[in-house]
């Protein structure tokens, strides 16, 4: 079973910054939260992944609560290519352990 | 990033048919691959767990007989579906993970099978 619950769907407007949220309470202490998004009929693109430090990178960035139970994917410019279905995830950064998907939050991006 | 490809991006066949779908990490070696699939409006779901020159793992209430996963090499896997049925239709989705330090996983475009 999937370690997170997210919203199941958000919407943002078009240039505006979108604020995805992810909690993962029972987090533990080797664990990444990882992000992914799918387009609608395409493979799972990575987005970002962090253990407990914010990250950002050229896509978006990530805010991970000090107490590590929830998080944010923000796309600070969302554009109309960006409506997909966001997963987050958790997982050990360890040989031997796969993704498990949750359902998701779908973003519509909307003009 | 590193590419994964998978081949065909979709594909269609009759009923008793049996379809092969390969899986190919183009510019990294893959000791592990994973295959998914994805029902409409469904998340992804991992059907098994493939190490190269190994048999695969299978996840409980996917059956072995009908989903064939061969891991000859580190760059391919490949996932057969035997005997297809109308209900095998979905999209299938296989992802490697890199032979490094980091364990990356990547993961391909899809496979849309139907099956008529």
């Known amino acids: 079973d999937a370690k997170t619950t997210q919203p199941t769907s958000m919407d943002c407007a078009e240039g505006r910054a979108a604020n995805l949220p992810c909690n993962h309470s029972?987090?533990?202490?080797?664990?990444?939260v990882y992000w992914y998004r799918q387009i609608h009929s395409q493979g799972p693109q990575y987005i970002i992944h962090g253990l407990k430090n914010n990250e950002t990178n050229e896509m978006a960035s990530l805010i991970i609560t000090e107490d590590r139970k929830s998080s944010t994917l923000i796309l600070p410019h969302a554009t109309l290519r960006d409506t997909a279905v966001y997963y987050c995830?958790?997982?050990?950064?360890?040989?031997?352990?796969?993704?498990?998907f949750g359902p998701g939050t779908r973003l519509s991006v909307l003009p | 990033g590193a590419v994964v490809s998978q081949h065909p991006s979709r594909v269609i066949c009759k009923s008793g048919t049996s379809v092969k779908i390969e899986c190919r990490s183009l510019?990294?070696?893959?000791?592990?691959m994973f295959w998914y699939r994805q029902f409409p409006k469904k998340s992804l779901m991992l059907m098994a767990t493939?190490?190269?020159?190994?048999?695969?793992?299978?996840e409980q209430g996917v059956e072995k007989d009908k989903f064939l996963i061969n891991h000859a090499s580190l760059t391919l896997s490949t996932l057969t579906v035997t005997s297809a049925h109308p209900e095998d239709s979905s999209f299938y989705i296989c992802s490697a993970r890199e032979t490094s330090a980091h364990y990356e996983q990547y993961f391909g475009p899809g496979t849309r099978l139907t099956v008529t």
């Open positions: 510019d990294f070696q893959a000791t592990t």
């Open positions: 029972t987090i533990s202490g080797n664990e990444y």
């Open positions: 493939s190490n190269e020159g190994s048999k695969a793992t299978y």
């Open positions: 995830i958790v997982r050990p950064n360890n040989y031997g352990q796969n993704f498990v």
